[in-house]
């Protein structure tokens, strides 16, 4: 495997696959899949032992890939997801965020924070240390109806659907 990436399973995939005389694009296929499963492991147990971080989700994932001694590059092509600037990339996004175990409201503020920096929008931030009296906002704003402060109507719109879509896999899981 590619910048330190071993797995023995993954090896052993690969000697099965050699002798089985199957496709090659059969093969990259069932590597990738491997792989994805591997890295989607070692980032739940990165994600446990680091806890979360109020970054946007690209960051976080960065991070979470360093400590798991992953290339972070690898890991956003890998899963398809660079700066969650479609409706696509919110809905893998939402995938894998189940899939390594991030809790929803987590993954939604992350998801705000980078459509936030990648559209110059502010929009709300939950605030973990709310007091008692912000927490029935800071409950409202973890829903899908998200006020969208942009002047723009394409890039609220944008917003919004990145947002939905991202949620919308999530929730479906």
Same mark, same amino acid.
């Given at each position: ?17 050699? #002798? ?31 806890? $979360?971080?109020?970054?946007? $989700? #690209? ?15 690898? #890991? ?26 991030? /809790? ?17 929008? /502010? ?29 723009? /109507? ?20």
């Amino acid at each position: 495997m590619r910048n330190g990436e071993t797995n023995p399973k993954i090896t052993g995939l690969n000697r099965a696959l050699a #002798v089985a005389g199957t496709s090659a694009e059969f093969e990259e296929r069932c590597r990738q899949a491997a792989l994805r499963g591997w890295r989607t492991r070692r980032l739940r147990a990165e994600k446990e032992r680091m806890g $979360f971080r109020r970054v946007s $989700f #690209v960051e976080y994932l960065k991070t979470l890939a360093m400590g798991s001694g992953i290339d972070a590059d690898q #890991v956003l092509r890998g899963f398809g997801i660079s700066d969650l600037a479609t409706p696509k990339e919110g809905r893998l996004a939402g995938w894998l965020a189940r899939r390594i175990g991030i /809790p929803r409201s987590e993954f939604l503020e992350q998801v705000r924070i980078g459509l936030s920096k990648r559209f110059g929008d /502010p929009m709300p931030v939950l605030d973990r240390e709310t007091n008692s009296k912000n927490r029935a906002d800071a409950a409202l704003l973890s829903e899908a109806s998200i006020p969208c402060l942009s002047t723009e /109507p394409e890039t609220a719109a944008m917003i919004q659907s990145v947002l939905s879509a991202a949620e919308e896999e999530y929730d479906q899981g």
